[in-house]
Structures are given as structure tokens and as C-alpha cells.
């Protein structure tokens, strides 16, 4: 999953992935597993029970990956409400819940109409087909299953099953490898050197977090920032009405999100809704990207100001703030190591 929207974001952008760089067999892979998983299981039939499911989608992982030297497949375990995914991935359970409870409710209705009429449903069926691999998923278990397998397919896999969110464990170690394979943006907002993404089909591309800064002409931090703002899988829907298009130009001009809140002007503000949750789920999720615990990157202020539309700038200079800044993110300490 990851931020919403982020690819098209960057493509809107003028961001192009390498899709011409030749990714050698000796080449260090890291494999976000889950999405994999989910990929090639959607074409397994649906009749196939659970050995058979998890026999099928190891052999072709295996399949894929078994020209190179060094691959680690990663896979996510279970996360409680401690967890910063917890709410997205309750939300996911619940979506995948809804999807099941409409393959049923649509299986019903054809073998209703079947028996009625008996007419020629195939289009109905291939949609139910299809409705029902979607809602099938992969659970926990099978996931499990598949790594399993997949340990002892080639001795040049290498398997970790986390504890939580294999993301955490993929950006700890993203440094020791050549690329990390995922559909996940947030890896590359985490800050990894080249993400495979599409890896085996037409949309195949890599994509290189220093292009990406200069393309956009932000820092690490700054597009960290863009993201929780915009809402990813740690802030949810992030500043309510301010997707990734609204907030990258403001964080351009207001440097951060913490001179953002206190400095934009109605107008520049529009219809956004900043949530008090919005300033837990901010630190948490810049704490993940940056692989802290302990820093608070924004301050919830007492009282935002709010500059006039026909401030000019010299007007705007003498405005007193209603709050002085000083609560900026510590982070900002460490600027120069991280850029």
C-alpha cells in the first residue's frame, strides 16, 4: 500500500523510473514476500485447496527468483494495537471481509438465477470467479505456509519471518542489498537506494530515492513529511483535503510542516481539516521512516496563526505568531547527516 496515490504523484511530477538498468543475477535481493504472495496467488483457481494454494504460489515464486545468487524473501507477521499499522491494517481486514461477504452474497444470487431460468451466466461467472480469488486473500497462516516452502526451495533464499510488519525489518536493512523488490511507496519514502517495483511485467521500473530528491527538489525529510501529510499507512488520511499535490508546493515554500501550520494563509488552507490525532500519527509515522522511538518531530500548537490573503511580505514579517517557533523538529539537528 503505502502513500496514496504516490506513484502517480511522481509521474505528474516529471518523475520516469529506470526502466533500462540491467539488474544482474549476483545482483542482493530483498523481497517485500506479502505482495508476491498476493500476486501470483490471485491466479491460482479457486477450487485448489490450502496445500495446493500454497504449493503453487512457492513454485512460482521460486520460479522467478531462482536466477539469483542472493535473495531474501521477508514476510510479514502479526501486529497488535501497539503497532503503527494497526489501524491500517484492521481497516484492510475489514475491507477483505467486505469482499468476501460479496462473493457470497453474489454467489447466491447466480445460483438463484440459474435455477430460475437457467439462462447463460458465463460473464457472471467469470466475475464471481474473479471476485472470489480477489476476496480470497492470504491469510497469516498460508503466508507462513509459502515461507516455509519457499526456506527450503534453493539454497541461495534466505527467509526472515518478522514479528510485525516486515517494512520495519526491510528499511533496517534495505543498506545491505541492491535493491528491494515491492509495490510498497513507503520504502521509498523510508529513504531505500532502488526499489524494483512491477518486477516481471510491462510496468517494471526502478526507482532511485536521490533522482527522486532532485526531481522534486526536497529532502529526505522534506518528502517524509509530504507523505504523512497527505496520509500513508501510519497517519491514515494525514491532514484531511490535502493530498500529496496540495501539500508538496506548500512544503516547498514553508520548509516544513511545523512553519507550514503556523504560516499558511486561509486560502492556502482551504478545505483542510487538521485532526488533533494528526499530530500522534505524524510522529509516528516520521519515527518509522526514520527508524527512531524517541523524537517528536511536531508539537501540537496552542493556537495556529493564520496569515491574511492581502498580507504582503513585508506585512508578514512583523506579524508576531501567536506561538513563537521554537518547538521545531529536532530532527532538523541532524539535517546535514541525513542529506
Known sequence: MGVKDFYRWLEHAGYVPDTEEFVYSSSRLIVDTKSLMYRFGYGVAIDKTTEEFCNTVAALIQDFFEQFEHVTFVNDGQIDNSHPKFLTSLQRSQQLEQSRKRAHDMSAQLAQELLENGTNQDEKLERLDKLERAARGVSF??????????????????????????????????????????????????????????????????????????????????????????????????????????????????GSCQTMLFKWTPKERGRAVVSPLFFERFNLSMNVY????????????????????????????KTPLEQPIQEFYSIFKKQKKIN
Open 141 to 254: 497462516e498460508k503466508s507462513k505456509m509459502i515461507l516455509k516452502i519457499l526456506e527450503h526451495a534453493h539454497p541461495n533464499f534466505q527467509c526472515v519471518q518478522c514479528d510485525a510488519e516486515a517494512d520495519d525489518y526491510i528499511l533496517l536493512h534495505h543498506n545491505e542489498y541492491d535493491y528491494v523488490i515491492s509495490e510498497d511507496s513507503d520504502f521509498i519514502v523510508g529513504g531505500v537506494n532502488k526499489l524494483l517495483r512491477g518486477i516481471g511485467t510491462k510496468k517494471q521500473g526502478i526507482y532511485k530515492i536521490q533522482d527522486i530528491l532532485q526531481k522534486l527538489q526536497l529532502t529526505l525529510l522534506q518528502l517524509q513529511e509530504i507523505a504523512s501529510i497527505a496520509g500513508n499507512d501510519y497517519t491514515m488520511k494525514g491532514i484531511e483535503n490535502m493530498g500529496l499535490a496540495k501539500a508538496y508546493p506548500l512544503i516547498q515554500k514553508y
Open 290 to 317: 526514520q527508524k527512531t522511538t524517541d523524537v517528536i518531530y511536531l508539537h501540537e500548537p496552542i493556537k495556529l496563526h493564520i496569515q491574511d490573503d492581502d498580507d504582503d511580505e513585508k506585512k508578514a514579517k
